[in-house]
Each structure stands twice: as C-alpha cells, then as structure tokens.
C-alpha cells in the first residue's frame, strides 16, 4: 500500500516512540546517578524556584497592604502611634507604587505559568526576573524619599504607618526572589540542569496554595474591617494571627456578624494553611531528604573508600578471579567442623565498623568477599542516614533559633519606647508566639511591631513544623528508646532481662567497645536479632515487621544455592511469582531492605552471578556524571550490549540512587521478563518465517532487543552454573 497521507504520520510516530525511549533513559539515568550532582544545584534547579513560587505571591501581598493605606500618619496629644491620623501621600508616589504592583503581579503570574509550562523557559524566566528587581528598586526609592525629603517636621508628632514597613518588607523580598532566580537561570544557562522546572506536582501547586492563602488572609481582613470597624491593616494584623492560630487577643470580634463570620473563616483559612506547611514540608523533608542523604551517602561512600585504600586494607573490594578461589571447607552445624560457622560471617550492622569488615584481607571466594562488600555498603548508608538526621535537625533549630532570637531582637527596638519592653520580654513574646501558645499579656502595639509580626509569623511558624518533624527521627526517638531501656528492667520487662539489657544499653551507646560478650556465648541468633533496644512494648508495635524479615532471611537462605530454571517457561514462571513478592514490598512502610542473600537472588533472576567476578569490579573513588559513571548493573545484558562492571560500594550499586530497593528490583525484574517474552516472540516469528517459506518479513528493530538476553543462547548461559562457593 503506498499512500501518501500515511509516509509523515508513520514516520512522525516513530519519532516519537524513539524520543520517547530516549527521554526515559534520560530520566532514569538522572535520578539513579543523582547523587553524583553537587546538591547545590538541586537548590539552584528546584529549591530556589520554589522559594520564589512561595516569597513572590509574599511580597505582591505586601505591597498591597502598602498601596491601600497612607505612609505617614500625624500623632495627636497624648496618642500613640496606632491611633495616629493619616496624612495624604504625593500623586507620584502613588502612582510610582500602584505601577511597581502591576509589574510584580505579571511577574508572578509568568513565573506561575513557567512552573506550569505554559510558557517557555527562556522566555517567562526574563520577565520574572526584570519585573521583580524594577518593583524592588522602586519600593526602595519609595522608602527612602518618605524617611528622607519628605519627612515631617517635628518627627515625635509624626511617625511612619504599618503601610511604610510592609513596601520595606516586600522590597526585600522582590530583591530576594529575584536574585534566586537570577542564579537558577545563570546554572541552566551553563548546562547543570535543564531549563524546564522538574517539579512534581504537589510542587507545582505550591506556589497556587501560598496565592490562595494570600488572598483568603486579605480577602477576610477586608471583610472583617468593614464589620468591626478595623484600620483594615490591623485587621489584616488581626486575620494573621487568628489564621496561624497564635491568638494573641489584642483584637477580637465584638459583633454578632463578626463572631459568625469567624467559624468559617477560621476553619477555612486553617486549612489552606495545612496545605501550603504540607507543601512545604513535603518539599523540605521528602525531596531534601532524599536529595540529601544520597549527596550524604556519595561523601561517605568516597571517605571509606580513601580510609581503605590508604591503610592498605581494600582486599574487600579487589573482585577475586574464578583461579583465586580458595578451597572451602563446609562449616559443620553441630560444631565440629574445622571452620566456625560464625566466624567468617559479617556481624550484624548495629556492632559493625569498618575496622572490623575490612580486617580480613583473604577471602575463600568472590561470594564471600561481595557479602562482606554488601555489608560494609549498608554500614555506610547507616552512616549517611545518622548524619543526614542531625544535619536536618541542626539546619531546621538553627533557622528557628535564628527566628526566635533575631525576631526578639526587632520586637525589642519596635516596642522598646512604645511599651518600655526589655529583651527579656520581648524573648517571651516571640517564643509564646513561636508556640501558637499566645498568652496576650504582652502584645505590640507600635505600627513596626505589627507589620514586623505579620512577616514574621507567617516565616516562624511553619518552621517550627519542619523543626518537630525532624527531631522525631532524632531527639524525640531517643528519649522514647531511653524511656522503653528503662522500662525494661523497671515496669516493662522485657524478653532479655535486666542483664542482657545493660549489656545492650552499652554496646549501643560505646559503639560495641563495652558490654562485648565472651567467646563462649551465643553472638548469633535471636539475641543478636534484638539489637536495638526493643522491649516487649516495641516488639508487640513491631511483630508484624519482625516476621516479615524472618520470613525475608529464611526465604533467602532457601534461595542461596537455587539456579534459575532450564527451563524457559519454569523462569517465566519464577520471575512471575518474585514479582508478585516484590510487588507486596513495595507497600512496606518502612521501605523494604533486603538482605544479601535476598539481592543475590534477585540478580541471579536479571543474569548476574555474585559468585563470579566477571561483571565486578573495584568502586571508583570519584566517578564522573557524564562519562564512566553511567550504567547501571542489569541495564546492559543483551545481545548488543556488553554487561555493566559494578561494586556494591561503587556509584552503579543497586543502594545507591534515589531509589527504594523494591522499587529497583521490580522495574529490573518487569524488564528481564518482556526481554524474555520478545524473546519468544520473535524465535517463534522466525520459525513461521522459515515454515512458510520465507514469507513472512520480520522486524528489525522491535521493542526490548536492544537490551537484556533475549536469545535462546543467553538464556542458556544465565541459567548454567556459576557458583563457586
């Protein structure tokens, strides 16, 4: 058939099909070397413009809140500030601040359609960035012709209004956002990531939350300053803190209107606000973390690379050829072997160290060197994820503690002549505020002290959340596993009994140098099982995780001298049944970690052996993004791809990427399968070919050839015997 409407459609499709196969190796590639990037510029590639998503639609508000009220206001005879009488603004500094609104408004609304993508990098990016510095140079021009030429005379009848401080507020945030920006469009331009945002979509409607929020806290102040008679920004003033729940007092609904009106307002508001601190959250603890703790891994996975290779003590990870193996004597399980059955095998993590998995320097076979390789790679990820804990917990209480001490700092300077505050008192505001515990014994009352707490609360708060949310893993965990040690011996006995308990408490807090037991007692087993403090409380919270892992260690026992079927429809079968089992860890919460025996399993199912170091090798110390660092183990298995070199310890590692090992798992196994079954297709293809004589034309280039062993031949090899242990 030669249609000439079909020739551009066809081959438009298969464009398509390939760029599409294309820009998902791209992806994937991405995030499984991920941790290779300097973390910066992730911040410069998502964290910054998210920032800018969150501060800009920040700044447009205040710079509302400075347009719809005069600057200045004349103080009265024995008045304050608060109850001071607006003076008119000149026409041009009107006209000046309503133009810098609409600038930013547009500037906002590209950015929002850049995140969007319905507007292009290069050409959203400009506007943004120009329109945001324009509105910040003219607020700033702004604040300082009304401090400087037009300042009234004499300057204790006169002060500036809450308006003056929010255009000092958003001038530093619209120089702020800018800036971001300015760098995430300087490192796209240098080719560090590409120019469109990578953002999920929780991320993406961020920056929507934070407008709604925004204009729901305006929106209602406006409402409520009509009914209650409020300057409309101490209403705004007033709709702030009952939004984030502080309650400070100073201002509270008089009318029937006003007072049913809060209901829903209160219980709306609140929950746009769980949105956006849910955004936040999600942003800061979800994609840092895993951002973080793979930058984390990376580092320490390099110092223990160097530690080893310059004490001389990297046997571990040389790959032993198949003619190095050393004759083995199979341990005797009654204990009258010449080996020990403990004592070639890798303690468990909680006791390990490098000191003690790097101390032997021959081993009997490759096997025996990758399981001790696999362990020396998860005590580095315990490592990493120990440090990632208290770097997240040190960064969110510094920021806090930052909030808390520099916002006191300023109430004090506000509120110092107004209300003779101290520092201390003005401590004990912040902090009360801090804790949306709001007492409303003390409060500011001066136009700065209002404007100040406006910005200032809506930065406070939801940092206090992240703060909480990370000492769960740190400080709150561990007054919990104090609280439960002592209960073990106290209220709560636990399995082990006061003895062993102690014993445990030492090991865990002296890192195994106190509390060892001799070398007649049983290391192994149970025992060894509960090192981690667990009580009966613990157990009973635990039970279900707990057989779920013992069925985990028996299954892959079972499965360590198993050979993949012969047969290539008994494999099919066998990788069905895995998949269906992977398929239920990927539900597990925590994230499912499988043991070496498990992982040897596994990719014994995808083609490799980890008892041949054919495809081993050692790490590499400082692997490079862009060059030998690409490939990564069960990716490169077909007819015309040579397979993947890797090391447990090096940056092709299953533990390492972004990646939860089910989830790593399970896409190699639904891989090696349609490999499989193309595989069938085409040699049953070919022999309807031969039987009709030829006739039958076959594809070339057909999904899944490019990759995995998708001939009768590679089967065969894979499922031969490899194993030397």
Known sequence: MNDPGLDEPISNDAKDVENQKSEA???KEEDEQEFLAPSRWW???????LIAGTFGPMASAFSICALVVHWRVEIPEGKTEAEGVELDDPRWLIGINAAQLAVALISNLFLLLNMARRVRFSIAQPVTIIGWYMSSFALIGLCACVSGPLIIEPKS????????????????????????MLITVWGASKGHYDKEFQLTMSQRTLMLQTISFLVYLLAGAAVFSHIEGWPFLDAVYWADFTLLTVGIGDFSPSTHTGRGLLFPFAIGGIIILGLVIGSIRSLVLERGKVKMGARMVEKERRRIIAKLEKNNKAAVLKPISSDQNLPTTTPNTNGNGTINSTSNQPQPLSRASTKTLTSQQNFRNERER????????????????????????????????????????????????PQSW??????????????????????????????????????????????????????????????LWIGNFTVLPGEQGVKDTVREGALKVSRGRIG?????????????????????AQCVQGGVTNRENGRAEKRGEKNKDDEV?????????????????????????PPKKYTFEEWAWYLKLIGEDESSGETHRRPLRRPRPDGEGLGMVGEGMG?????????????????????????????????????????????EAEERGKDNGGGEEIPVDTPGTGEGPSSKENFENRSGSKSQS
């Not at 006191?408 to 110092?416: D, G, N, P, R, T």
Request: aromatic fraction near 12%; avoid cysteine.
């Open 370 to 417: 990758r399981e001790r390789e696999f362990t020396l790679m998860r005590l580095i990820q315990a490592r990493a994820h120990t440090r990632r804990l208290w770097t997240s917990l040190i960064i969110s209480g510094t920021v806090w503690l930052a909030l808390w001490f520099a916002g006191a700092a300023i109430f004090h300077a506000s509120e110092s002549h």
């Open 565 to 589: 079927p012969k047969n290539r429809k008994a494999y099919h079968v066998v990788l069905v049944k895995e998949m269906g089992k992977v398929m239920g860890h990927l539900k597990s919460s």
């Open 516 to 536: 060892k037991k001799r070398n007649g007692d049983d290391e192994s087993g149970e025992t060894s099982a509960r090192n981690d403090l667990e009580s009966t």
């Open 157 to 180: 009848n006169h002060a500036f209004s809450q308006a003056f401080y929010y255009a000092i507020f958003s001038a530093g945030l619209y120089f702020l956002v800018a800036s971001l």
């Open 43 to 49: 911040l410069a590639s998502t964290a910054f413009p």
């Open 639 to 683: 007819e015309r791809e040579e397979k993947v070199e890797w090391s447990w310890v090096g940056n092709r590692s299953p533990l390492m990427g972004g990646k939860e090992e089910a989830e790593w798992v399970m896409e190699r196994l639904v891989k090696t399968l349609e490999r499989e079954l193309e595989s069938l297709r085409r040699e």
């Open 25 to 27: 190796r791209d992806e």
């Open 422 to 483: 101290t520092y201390f008192a003005s401590l004990y505001f912040a902090y009360t505020s801090l804790l949306t515990i709001g007492y409303g014994d003390i409060y500011p009352v001066s136009n700065a002290g209002k404007a100040f707490f406006v910005f200032w609360s809506l930065l406070a708060v939801p940092s206090l959340t992240i703060l909480i949310s990370n000492m769960g893993d740190t400080i709150v965990k561990g007054i919990r596993d104090l609280t």
